[in-house]
């Protein structure tokens, strides 16, 4: 420990001996000939290539599924249209069938209070028409019952104050008058 000590503080640097693969080559030289032999096997086998095609036909794949996802988009985008265009007509359909309700409920409401209106003016005339014919009943039983009184008044008075001889004589007057 003392060599590696005094040569630390001295600044020497000590050289190890570099392995050799059979005494000839390098370490560094064996592994840039084993890849530049697999590079070329890779390239003798056509690797580059099958990558190559690999990669295009993921390509290819990627770009159909990006074209069926613009279209799918498109088709979306025009369903989405046509529905927002239906629900727009849904309301204004429903605002011209509520509208045309509300005409027809105060067209209803003018019709009953038209009708309401001629059934008590009926009504009204048909009482009157009532009263009318129950005060004209009254009024003839009323006259008949005092021509039935006068009739019979007038039957005492004439059988209290007229006998037969003034009978006989104011027939004769009224004979005597033709």
Known sequence: MAEAETAAH???????????????APPVAIVSASMLVLILIMLWKKVPSAITKGLDSSIAEIKA???????????????RKEYADKIANAEKDAAALLEHARHEAEAIVAKAETDTAEVITRREKMAQDKIAATELAAVTELRNQAAA??????????????????????VDQAIAGI
């Open 149 to 170: 009184a006068a009739a019979g008044a007038a039957k005492g008075l004439i059988a209290a104050n007229y006998s037969a001889g003034a009978d006989k004589t104011q």
């Open 65 to 79: 599924q990006l074209e069926e996802a613009r279209s799918l988009r498109a088709e979306a985008e025009s369903l």
């Open 10 to 24: 001295t600044g020497a640097v000590e050289h190890h001996a570099e392995p050799a693969l059979m005494g000839f």
